[in-house]
């Protein structure tokens, strides 16, 4: 198993532009998340998914659209990029939805700079 | 939203030394977690803790669930270089999808 992939690793943008972050999981997962990671602020959740067709907003969804079409994948749009969203980005999945978050699976995480 | 407040942000050891964070929070949580970030990577599971008053083992790393459910400490015993990295705890409330993290423990290993 690839377990958690995320594409591309590095991308700078120019503000206002619009980009996916594609996150994919080999593993039939049913939970998948996004979080980004800013300096001195742990994670924070920006959207998840409980299954295909399912999905609903964590602490920071501004900005940010996601869906579900399919159990592997997860992609992350940011539909007019700004400087603010500047950040490292992670996808994460789990076998169970809800409750059972414990067992997340990290990608090695998108570094996002936005001009 | 829940806040997390981790402490240290930073710990500069000797390695043998143990080592020891802790997390609070304003906030009942049902479960707590512990994570290692490697850099450039993301957050792998060290312990997951259920209930209150849980303390749990692994390996080297202990961790407990405090009583009242609002905390959570992370011990390490006889550190040694691979243990640097940044220490992230994570707070889940029953049935809820959302997860809070810590900002993190920055911890150095000098050989």
């Known amino acids: 198993n690839a377990g958690v992939t995320q594409t591309p690793k590095f991308q700078v943008l120019k503000t206002g532009q619009s980009m996916t972050l594609q996150c994919a999981q080999d593993?039939?997962?049913?939970?998948m998340s996004w979080y980004r990671q800013d300096p001195g602020m742990g994670l924070r959740l920006i959207h998840y998914?409980?299954?295909?067709?399912?999905?609903d907003q964590g602490e920071v969804p501004n900005g940010y659209n996601v869906s579900r079409s399919t159990t592997e994948d997860f992609p992350l749009r940011l539909l007019s990029a700004a400087p603010s969203q500047t950040s490292v980005y992670f996808c994460?999945?789990?076998?169970?939805?809800?409750?059972?978050?414990?067992?997340?699976?990290f990608g090695p995480g998108t570094r996002l700079l936005v001009l | 939203g829940q806040q997390l407040n981790q402490s240290p942000q930073s710990m500069f050891i000797q390695e043998g030394e143990d080592v020891s964070m802790n997390c609070t929070s304003s906030?009942?949580?049902?479960?707590w977690l512990w994570y290692k970030q490697d850099p450039g990577e993301g957050p792998v599971l060290l312990i997951a803790?259920?209930?209150?008053?849980e303390l749990t083992s692994n390996g080297r790393l202990t961790a407990q669930f405090g009583i009242t459910r609002k905390d959570s400490f992370l011990n390490i015993s006889a550190s040694i270089p691979s243990d640097v990295g940044i220490y992230f705890c994570?707070?889940?409330?029953?049935?809820?999808?959302?997860?809070?993290f810590g900002a993190g423990t920055r911890l150095t290993v000098k050989p």
């Open positions: 593993m039939n997962h049913e939970y």
């Open positions: 906030s009942i949580f049902n479960t």
């Open positions: 803790l259920y209930k209150a008053g």
């Open positions: 998914s409980v299954g295909a067709g399912i999905t």
């Open positions: 994570a707070g889940q409330m029953y049935n809820n999808n959302d997860m809070r």
């Open positions: 994460a999945s789990s076998p169970t939805p809800g409750g059972g978050q414990e067992t997340q699976y």
